[in-house]
């Protein structure tokens, strides 16, 4: 069956970095669309970033310029790394799978496939 997997959360100070990672199985990783999204407490779930079948990406203006997503499809595997975090950036962090080429779904609801999330911390 579909797994994904994240890891790489913690804790870390503002002006610090992170690297998430993505780990998945059970479908053609290469052919979807692929996205981590974050939900902070209290909040909505909310898209950080995108990366379509052909690496398109497409990034929140909230983290345009500190985050980069990728995806390295030899060893099915979607990343964030994450640079000059902010308090703000705290929330659970989460992947998800598209079952299309291009990430057209406008909220996470079109998303087939989710992680069960990893933790990030930004204190000030």
């Known amino acids: 069956q579909v797994q994904l997997v994240e890891s790489g959360g913690g804790s870390v100070q503002a002006g610090g970095s992170l690297g998430l990672s993505c780990a998945a199985s059970?479908?053609?990783?290469?052919?979807?669309?692929m996205g981590w999204f974050r939900q902070a407490p209290g909040k909505e779930r909310e898209g950080v970033a995108t990366i379509g079948r052909y690496r398109n990406t497409m990034y929140a203006d909230s983290v345009k310029g500190r985050f980069t997503i990728s995806r390295d499809n030899a060893k099915n595997t979607l990343y964030l790394q994450m640079n000059s975090l902010k308090p703000e950036d705290t929330a659970m962090y989460y992947c998800?799978?598209?079952?299309?080429?291009?990430?057209?779904?406008?909220?996470?609801?079109?998303?087939?496939?989710w992680g069960q999330g990893t933790q990030v911390t930004v204190s000030s």
């Open positions: 998800a799978a598209y079952r299309g080429p291009y990430c057209t779904p406008e909220s996470d609801r079109g998303y087939n496939y």
């Open positions: 059970g479908y053609t990783y290469s052919t979807y669309c």
